[in-house]
């Protein structure tokens, strides 16, 4: 898909005293470079990797964003 990525993170935000909810894979695209359609494909691919290490309760998410250097 050619896919156009600028940087891809891991988080895992919490508050204290509250239980972890699943951590999030985002990942950042140049914008106007993914359609709706393969962005979905691409999260979906990621989430199935993840499952071949056992890695379930993780969120992927692609967002649209600019980097400067």
């Known amino acids: 898909m050619g ?8 988080t895992h935000y919490m508050e ?3 239980p972890c909810g699943p951590a999030s894979l985002c990942t950042g695209v140049t914008p106007k470079s993914l359609a709706d359609e393969h962005a979905n494909t691409t ?3 990621c989430l199935e990797i993840f499952k071949e290490y ?10 649209e964003t600019i980097t400067w250097h």
């Open 16 to 18: 204290l005293g509250e």
């Open 3 to 10: 896919l156009k990525w600028s940087f891809a993170h891991i």
């Open 43 to 45: 999260a979906f691919q």
């Open 54 to 63: 056992d890695i379930t309760d993780i969120d992927v998410e692609i967002c």
